[in-house]
């Protein structure tokens, strides 16, 4: 709504934004983002979602409308400007301690202590990329601000990385600014948090652990570049708790997964970045975002058919809301991920199973009645207003033919649109018969995948690197 005001303003013509109560902070600080920071919005009292029709009715006209006449006919102030610091300006000298406290007095912090970023060590990350360090890489919303080579660097100092990180920040950021991910909705309600998935040789040269504990903090790149992507979000893309970042409980970064290359290649299975298009052996990172997830403990059997009926049922209790990225929403956006531990992967291997056939199997099994999918549309919540049948979806050109095969309530129908959609990996404790399934955000952070470009004399920087 923010976004279609502000074109009609750079066009000459009133506007004012209908915004929820909630909202409002989000309303102004997008506002500055998209260069209108006195951009007229009308509150709505409370949440539309709680009250009846003749309390919302009650509200508008008492509150709302006013407010909407007022900004159509009546010049808003103007706004002050805020400048912000060019890049290579000194904001500060002092300690440690008063860095970190006026790091986290500006909100430019996580609340947790930041390494400084002196010139000198943000050149030292800079040696690590061909490209200059004011080159723009993209614009990353809601603050369109530019992304670009430095700030990657001072983030990547802040958030404690090492200067041979830095090929994998900048892959990462050119994945953020990937329009597909939809890095604007990241501050969304539900509030996911992105997983950033790594994949190819540089797994073993920076030192990822793709074993043991591979979700868990205490692997210096694993930890320090999944706090770089939330230092960024915040720094860079503008969401802050309290302002843009609008969720209602939260999730705080993820470590890096890593995959485990090397039983993938044993079993004869393609990488999570083969199956994201690229050829095996590149150096990739995958982002997409996820509202939560939960492991699927001690998986029974010495086959594929003895272990798969139990994975499908962890994937599909995953999923509630979510389906109306499946159907709704964004229809064939949902992309649920699967983690796999080494043994498990192998013995479903071993039992003549391909990854395609996994993805198969779960989109066969994975499976609601259709009754219950249409409550969590349009019963449960107001995904998909009005009620609608899987029936009526179909017929409107919003749900693939397979949802209306018949009129049966208690028919099964998955909760995919396709079994490509959904995404394996596998990771974790080589010896234990656990998995993981993580319920996707749709659209809202859909899956982007980027090569991870290298400088010249790679080998040789981070021999030096290593040795410093």
């Not at 301690?97 to 912090?109: P, Q, T």
């Not at 990462?172 to 909705?185: C, F, I, N, Q, R």
Request: hydrophobic letters at 40%.
């Amino acid at each position: 709504m923010l976004r279609a005001a502000a074109v009609a303003e750079s066009a000459g013509v009133p506007s004012t934004s209908l915004v929820c109560e909630g909202f409002v902070g989000q309303a102004g600080t997008t506002s500055v983002g998209l260069g209108y920071p006195n951009l007229s919005v009308s509150m709505v009292p409370g949440h539309v979602d709680t009250q009846s029709v003749e309390e919302l009715k009650q509200n508008v006209l008492e509150v709302t409308l006013q407010s909407v006449i007022d900004n159509l006919t009546i010049d808003p102030e103007a706004a002050a400007a805020i400048k912000e610091p060019e890049p290579l300006d000194i904001v500060f000298e002092g300690t440690f301690e008063e860095v970190n406290r006026l790091y986290y007095e500006n909100g430019w912090s996580d609340g947790l202590p930041i390494v400084p970023p002196t010139e000198a060590k943000i050149q030292d990350f800079l040696d690590f990329t061909e490209r200059d360090p004011h080159e723009v890489i993209g614009t990353i919303l809601p603050d369109n601000r530019s992304a670009t080579p430095w700030n990657v660097a001072v983030n990547g100092v802040m958030a404690g990385c090492r200067p041979e990180y830095m090929p994998v920040l900048m892959a990462l950021v050119e994945a953020m600014a990937d329009p597909e991910y939809g890095v604007e909705h990241s501050g969304n309600t539900p509030g996911a948090e992105t997983l950033i998935t790594i994949n190819g040789p540089i797994i073993k040269q920076l030192g990822f652990n793709y074993e043991q504990g591979a979700m868990r903090d205490g692997f210096l790149p694993n930890s320090s570049i999944g706090r770089f992507w939330r230092l960024y979000l915040r720094n860079v893309a503008g969401f802050l708790l309290h302002q843009n970042d609008k969720g209602t409980y939260g999730n705080t970064w993820r470590v890096v997964l890593a995959e485990n290359e090397d039983v993938v290649e044993k079993i004869g299975w393609e990488p999570n970045s083969v199956d994201m298009g690229f050829a095996a052996g590149d150096n990739t990172v995958t982002i997409s975002r996820y509202t939560g997830g939960d492991v699927i403990t001690s998986v029974f059997g010495n086959k594929a058919e003895q272990m798969l009926p139990y994975l499908a049922d962890g994937v599909l209790k995953q999923n509630g809301w979510q389906l109306s990225f499946t159907i709704g929403i964004a229809t064939g956006t949902l992309r649920p991920l699967l983690l796999l531990s080494p043994v498990l992967a192998e013995t479903i291997a071993k039992s003549g199973y391909s990854k395609a056939d996994v993805r198969q199997y779960l989109y066969d099994h994975a499976r609601w009645p259709a009754w219950k999918f249409e409550q969590y549309l349009g019963e449960y919540t107001n995904l998909v207003p009005g009620q609608r049948t899987l029936q009526d979806m179909v017929n409107l050109g919003k749900a693939p033919p397979q949802f209306a095969e018949s009129d049966d309530p208690d028919r099964l129908v998955p909760i995919v649109c396709s079994p490509d959609d959904f995404m394996i990996v596998v990771t974790g404790d080589p010896m234990r018969t656990n998995a993981y399934a993580f319920a996707h955000n749709g659209m809202l952070g859909y899956p982007v995948a980027k090569k991870i470009a290298l400088p010249d004399g790679w080998d040789a920087k981070l021999r030096a690197a290593k040795a410093y």
